[in-house]
């Protein structure tokens, strides 16, 4: 998802993760926390999880276009 979003944030496809993280919050409102966990947590244990994730995800997507 964000490799994509990065050009469109101004970031280099090299941003570092903390670069990554304020962009996405800046563009789509959220806590900078909420993003890195979003991002950058810890992986889904489980289908439900993954199905979660992968609708956070897709949210945040939104949002980030939206801007």
Known sequence: MF???K????????AP???VIDAVARASGRDPREVEQLLY?????????????????D??????HES
């Open 59 to 64: 949210h945040l997507e939104s949002e980030v």
């Open 17 to 19: 993760a903390a670069a």
């Open 41 to 57: 947590g810890p992986p889904p244990t489980d289908d439900t999880g993954l199905s979660i994730l992968a609708l956070d995800l």
């Open 3 to 5: 490799g994509r979003k």
């Open 7 to 14: 050009r469109r944030l101004g970031l280099p496809r090299s």
